[in-house]
């Protein structure tokens, strides 16, 4: 079974534009990672926060961590064609727990 | 180029063969993944080594599934007797972790078919 839930499954927007995408998930963690993969590839890593951190900046990526609602949002601004793929995020269980836990993703799609 | 590699890329076999994957790590980590990815959903957790010794296991990974990691460097995934439902993605990650779960590193994947 999958942690977490990313929300919404799919998204199309202009090149230019900002994506937000959500996820939720149900136990408490240590962290909450995100990862992008493209087609067909393996996923790469984005970001991490902790779950004593609220907001988190990596270039057009921001990141931000509600524990009390268990939710996370990932904003990419700015968007290009490149950054078309599918986004995952990931939680870390505990701090003795080293097994990562994805969700089932968000597809973006930036039309240029 | 130093990241993680798996092999073979592709693998296309016929219900009731065997098949292995491998899995070099990045160099200096410890940990070493395996991920399960069917189309359209996120990696599911197979089994993780820290160094040489395999910590934990899915239960995912049924008794036709082995995973090794002898001496702590390279990895294999052998799955016998293949069934149509093994089909997928399996995606070997490492990471080098001193202190809690962080980053992973992915290779690009094994893709099997059982036909």
């Known amino acids: 079974s999958q942690q977490g839930e990313e929300d919404p499954q799919a998204l199309s927007i202009q090149e230019g534009e900002n994506a937000t995408m959500n996820c939720s998930y149900k136990t408490s963690i240590n962290n909450l990672q995100w990862y992008r993969q493209n087609s067909g590839r393996g996923l790469v890593h984005l970001i991490l926060i902790r779950s004593n951190e609220r907001e988190k900046h990596s270039g057009r990526l921001r990141v931000t961590l509600d524990t009390s609602k268990k939710s996370s949002s990932l904003l990419i601004t700015a968007s290009r064609a490149a950054d078309t793929a599918s986004y995952f995020c990931?939680?870390?269980?505990?701090?003795?727990?080293?097994?990562?836990?994805f969700g089932a993703g968000t597809t973006v799609t930036v039309r240029a | 180029d130093t990241g993680v590699s798996q092999n073979p890329r592709h693998k296309i076999t016929k219900r009731g063969q065997n098949v292995t994957f491998r899995c070099d790590p990045i160099s200096e980590h410890n940990r070493l993944y395996w991920y399960r990815q069917t189309l359209g959903q996120g990696p599911e957790f197979l089994t993780y080594f820290q160094n040489e010794a395999q910590l934990e296991k899915s239960r995912l990974l049924s008794d036709r599934f082995s995973a090794e990691r002898p001496k702590g460097s390279f990895s294999t995934l052998e799955i016998q007797r293949t069934e149509q439902g093994d089909s997928a993605m399996y995606l070997c990650?490492?990471?080098?972790?001193?202190?809690?779960?962080?980053?992973?590193?992915f290779g690009e994947g094994s893709r099997l078919t059982v036909l």
């Open positions: 990931a939680t870390a269980p505990g701090s003795n727990d080293y097994k990562l836990s």
């Open positions: 990650a490492s990471s080098l972790d001193p202190a809690g779960a962080g980053e992973l590193f």
